[in-house]
């Protein structure tokens, strides 16, 4: 049937970039031993945080999944709700696929650090969530937990990047410098000023403890907040794609 | 019921009506022509029935069924436009891949023997065929697929004297194989006057002639003469057009004239297709 | 053939066909190409080619053998230059007559032409 052909499609889209990411890896995490050899018995190292290139990559993912692929199913009598759904699969494939694959990763910096005293591989979970395993690290629970984190942190930014360029798509000219200039202008220059200036601080100390607090560290380092934000956030952002995504039209 | 059912299509862009309650059927296994001078409304007509735009109100339906993101509707139709829908740097070969993988009816060999006899290099990156293999390797795919229904906006743009011909026949040949439903959107009307069973012109958005190619040409006729001849031939009568060369005259006539009726000098004639649309949509 | 014609195109493929009886090029009880072979050498549709074909039927100058194709009748040939010879009248000398007095020939100087053309 048609969704087996467009997510098909979409798959075969990633063919190069997918194995070109994973070279990249793979050749950063080469350099762990032969940086490890030059280190002296009192330097230490701590590296790790793979996952946040995963969680990048699958953005752009996203952000590239929509005009090309979009002409493409129009060309061969695929309807756009097929289109989209095709999509949510490729979402929950890849942010499975590849945490898993990070959990790997993970596993084998793990193992090649465990003789060796000062230096450390830790994922950004690990780092964030710290205290909630200080008993027992490295236990199941912790892969679980971190590996369900990692995998619901890739869906929200792939659908993330998927929300931005159909956004864009469908915004005319005018809306498309309004949000490029304005979005940037607001969040980077106007809130900070106006914070500065009238509430003293108050709006970033908000947001920062926000922040904390969907991340579950405010409550005892604890990860399903994050989880349900996250998942909060991916409904939320598939919804209005799909708003957007409905009434596409075929542009020039 | 089978067929493509257009109704009541409306469509604005801002103020201009590129189609005013366009209503109209294509029958299977029929061959029409979609005549209409630029801007009148074929690609928007088209454009809508296979949903790469939405009407403003009015449906389509396909074999009965609604044609608004419907999958299975969508799947009996294959268009090929001016535009190119496939992504920046794939190859014909993949294009190829990708119809049949959507178009399970999708004739390769068909495909491959078309590619070989108009001289396509299938290897090529689709953006950089010229616009006359451009149009060659969209019409190879679409008569490829083997859909009940297939559309053709300007099909033979940029093709040499010898493609074009080649066109005609090849279409034919699979129309008589396997009879389809075929609608080419066309300015080149002489051409295609003779490979057309049924007519549709369009003028301004509006439907203005949709009826057999043989009734329609049986609606007119030409008069020929001197021009005072012909002027007191062709009073009373509704007049399409005229042409004028020195002394001479030559009426376009809709409906039939009495030949016993005319003076001796007058000759009548057949109307051809494209003297009457030129007729029918001068301003 | 041409569609500039005056006589729709099935009549002028109809004449096509039994120009090609007359001539020997298709005899008697064999077949004659097919609406596709027509419809795709003269780039027409094959309900006009199909047309042209029925209009023979109907005056039993080809019938239809069943799964095979279309086939000349016996005994078409003569009956085809009946029918021409009656029409010869009305699509030719009718016409020849009405040019010749347009140029102002006399009957005598139009049968001397005749007599030539006879004699080539």
Redo the contacts between chains.
Sequence with gaps: ??IK?AL??QIADGRVSIPVFYLVIFCLMALIPISSSGMGPEDSMSIGGFEIATIIFLFVVGLNSFR??F??M?????????MFVSFLLLTLVLSVGMSCINEVLLWIGKAFTAGKGNITFQSVFEQMYAPRYMGNPDSIQMIAEGLLFTILACAVAMMLGYFITIMYYRLNKVGKIAVSVGVPAILIIGLPIFDAVVTGGMIYRALGQLTLFIMGILNGYNPYYAMVSALIAFAVLAGLSWMLA??A??K? | MKGIEVRSLDKNYGDVRALRNVSLTFEENK?YGLLGRNGAGKTTLL?TI?????PDSGDVLVDGEAAL???KA??????MSE?N????GMKVKDAIK??R???PGFDEEYCRNLAEKFGLNTKKKIKSLSTGYGSIFKLILTLSTNAPYLFFDEPVLGLDANHR?MF??AL??K???KPFTAVISTHLI?EV?????EVVIIKKGEIIRNQS??ELLATGCTVSGTAAAVDSAIQGKTVLGVDSLGGLKTAYLAGEIDSSTLPAGIEI??M?LQKLFIHLTNE | MN??D????FVQIAEYIEDGILSGAFPEDTQIPS??EI??W???????ALKGINLLVDENIVYKKRGLGMFVSTGAAESIRRKRKKDFFDNYIDKVVTEAKKLGLTQEELAAMIERGYDR
């Design positions: 049937m048609n052909s098909k499609y090309e692929t002409r493409m129009i060309q061969n009598g695929v309807s756009r709700k097929t409905r009434r039209v075929v020039d | 061959i454009n296979t949903g790469r735009i939405f993101e419907n999958d969508q799947q009996k139709t294959f268009m535009k829908f496939y992504p920046e990708w119809t993988e959507f178009y011909d005609y026949r034919l040949e129309y008589s194989d002489e006057a003779g490979v057309i069973e190619a043989e004639g057949k051809d | 569609l500039q005056e006589r729709p195109i609406t596709t419809s795709v003269y780039k027409i549709n094959p309900a006009t």
